[in-house]
C-alpha cells in the first residue's frame, strides 16, 4: 500500500492501463473522501503481472499509490485490496511504518474492480541479493534490527483497540494453518514422489499430534521480510523502515507464527520459489534463531513452541510451493520460479521434521 523509487513493473497489458475517465471517477472518489488533486490524475503502472496491480498516481504535484485487483483470471476471495485498505488504515495512528491511507472503494463499477489508495512512500526495496549487495555490513545490521523493532511494534498493537476486532478469528490460529494447508496438498502434492509424500505425512501428522498453544492474539502480517518493506538508507549506516507494504495475507492470530514464517523464509530453498538469489537468504543476513533473539530483544512476544511454530511454517511454504509447481505443471503459470518451485518441497518437509 505504498510506493518507491525502486518499483518495476511486470509490463501492463491492454487491459491494466486506466482510462482518462476512470482516472476521474478515481479522483472522485478520492475527492469524497477529503483528498482532492489538483489536477487531472494520470497513472503508471509500477507493479503488477502476479498478484494485484499497483499504479502511481499523480496529479503533477502530489503522488499516490492505488491498488486494484487484475481484470482477468481473479478468484473471488483472492486479491482483497479493500481488506489490506482496512489494516493499513487502523495502524495509521500507531507506531507501526504504514503508508498514510487517502480512499478505498469496494464495488467494480469505476474501473472494473476494487480498488485502494495511499499516499506515496519514498523508500527503496532490497529484493534481490544484487539489491542487498549495495549495502554495507554495518546497513544490512541496522537493517534487521529495524525490521523486527517494527515486527515487534505490530505484534504490540492493540487490534480491538484500532478497530481490528472483527478482521480474523482470535484462537485456535495453528490449527486452522493445519487443516488449511493439509486440504491444500491433498489438492498439488499428487504427482510427487513417495519420499516426499511420506515426509509430508509424518510432518502433518506429528503437527497434528503436538501444535504449538496460542500465548498471544494480535494483527498477524503473514508474509514479513526485508523485501515486504521500504527501507530508507542516508550517509551512515542507521537504516529505517519507512513504511511496511502487501498486507494481503494479513489477519487476527498468532503473533509467534509471524516471526517463524518470517524465520522460515530464510531458508535457501526459498530461492527456488522466487526463481532467483533473492536478499532475504542472503548469508550476509543472520540466521533463524538470530532473528527471533533479535525480535525478542525489541519487546516481541516471548516465542513460546517456537520449534513447532517453526515446523508449521516450513510445511506451509512447502505447500505453497507445491501449489506454485502444481499450475506450472498445468501450463498456467510461465517464468522465474515457477520451473523450480517443486525443487523446494522436499527439502522444506525435511527442514521442518528437524525442527521437531
Known sequence: M???????????????????????????????????????????LIAGGKSNLTFRLTDGASSWVMRTPPRAGRTPSAHDVVREYRVVDALGPTAVPVAPAVASYAEEDLIGGAFAICDFVEGRTVQTADQL??????QVTSAIDALTRTLAALHAVDHVAVGLERFGRPDGYAARQLKRWTGQWEIVGEHFSGDVRSAADRLAARLGEGLPTQHATGIVHGDYRLDNTLIRTGAGPEVTVAAVVDWELSTIGDPVADVAMMCTYRDPSFDLI????????????????????????????????????LALAHYKLAVIAAGIDHRYRAGATHGAGFDTAGDAVGPLLEAGLRRL
Open 2 to 44: 505504498s510506493g518507491t523509487t525502486g518499483d518495476l513493473g511486470d509490463g501492463a497489458e491492454t487491459g491494466e492501463l486506466l482510462s482518462t475517465e476512470e482516472l476521474a471517477a478515481v479522483a472522485g472518489v478520492m475527492s469524497d473522501a477529503g483528498t482532492t488533486p489538483a489536477a487531472p490524475l494520470t497513472a503508471r
Open 133 to 138: 549487495a549495495d549495502l554495507s555490513d554495518a
Open 274 to 309: 522466487i526463481g532467483s538469489p533473492c536478499a532475504w537468504t542472503s548469508p550476509r543476513l543472520p540466521d533463524a534463531e538470530t532473528l527471533a533473539a533479535s525480535y525478542e530483544s525489541a519487546g516481541g512476544v516471548p516465542l513460546r513452541d517456537f520449534d513447532a511454530h
